[in-house]
């Protein structure tokens, strides 16, 4: 019995988080975007709220960054396609139903494919996201 084995190329990427600057970390995941491409990567994985950094405090719950993230999550679909078949997620904040969530957003071929949200929270990340 032959057996045929493909082989991915799983990049982590750590870009220059600009707290509370969702453009300029789009512009940072983008650079990285170009070089994970060029490196022949199959995923590119982020780190957790990599588009708006960790530290916001109650800036999570301002309106102004989370419509910035979200802008900022469709920029990096469009660099995504310039990226075709790499597979990239990228940690945001994100408002669904009135609750905000520490989420993995993935993006593929130009496309927000969804968004996984994390499960298990510190006591500290409660005050801020919801399960």
């Given at each position: 019995?032959?057996?045929?084995y493909?082989?991915l190329?799983v990049?982590?990427a750590?870009?220059?988080v ?9 512009r940072?995941?983008t650079?990285?975007?170009e070089?994970?491409?060029?490196a022949k990567?199959?995923?590119?994985v982020?780190p ?5 950094g960790?530290?916001c405090a109650?800036?999570f719950?301002?309106?102004a960054?989370?419509d ?6 469709v ?8 990226a ?15 609750k905000?969530y520490?989420?993995g957003?993935?993006f593929?071929n130009?496309?927000i ?5 994390k499960t298990?929270?510190t ?5 801020y996201?919801?399960?």
């Open positions: 019995m032959e057996q045929n493909a082989l190329q990049s982590l750590s870009p220059s600009h707290l509370a600057s969702p453009a300029q970390n789009a940072e995941h650079l990285l975007i070089q994970a491409a060029s990567s199959s995923i590119l982020f957790e709220l990599s588009l708006s960790a530290t109650d800036l719950f301002q309106p960054l989370t910035a993230v979200e802008d900022a999550a920029k990096l679909a469009a660099a995504s396609a310039a075709p078949g790499l597979l990239i997620v990228a940690g945001a904040p994100l408002r669904q139903a009135g905000l520490n989420a957003v993935l593929l130009g496309r494919l969804g968004a996984v949200s298990f929270l006591a500290a990340e409660c005050r996201f919801s399960v």
